[in-house]
């Protein structure tokens, strides 16, 4: 399947993609994990992002279209994938539908996760992940057994640097301003799936996956 989900910051994008894809067997694509991930290496692409992300802004479309063109020509992405945090403005989603279009693969199915914004705040601002395993936290809803460190691993939890409430409103607004139109653009492309977002990420999973599997059995 080629799926993306679409949410603001801190709407449960990154806990369902990885979900979905790994259900599915498709490689769960994060433009923002790519970008944290060029950020620590201290690559020359990496210090230009930070100069954006430091300030809760977009990195420049040129920039995320080419970067995702080169992730989604590797052969783990030939039986599909799972995008999550791309596009985020109308000309990264232009970009994507032609190079769909050119391999005659285009999107399945936009997923949008809704979230008020005033949860959205206390979501983002309260995350905390583990550096070594991945795992995810919140320091309310998902708390570690012990303060602060893995359950798993026992690693020191870290905050996302661009997790603190100024940095989440930042980012709200970027979303409303330049990543909102996408639910109208995907939604005249007959493929938006709109979802609640406020439940649990076990129940938000149920949803999504029954969602797509109608999606799949009513395009079969
Ligand atoms: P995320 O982890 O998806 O919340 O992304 C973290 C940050 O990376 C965002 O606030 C943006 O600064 C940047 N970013 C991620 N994906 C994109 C994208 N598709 N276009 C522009 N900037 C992005």
Known sequence: MRILLLGKPGSGKGTQSKHIAASRGIPAISTGDLIRQAIRDGTELGVRFKSFTDRGLLVPDDLMIEMVAERL?????????????FPRTVPQAEALDRMLAEKATPLQAAVNLDVPDDILVERATGRRS??????????????????GVCDACGTALIQRPDDTEDLVKSRLEEYRNKTQPLVAFYQARGILIDLDGVATPEQVERRIESALNNTVRATA
């Open 130 to 147: 583990c550096p070594k395993d991945g795992t995810s936290y919140h320091i309310k809803f998902k708390p570690p057994k012990t303060l």
């Open 73 to 85: 020509a590797k052969p783990d992405c030939k039986p599909g994938f799972l995008l999550d945090g």
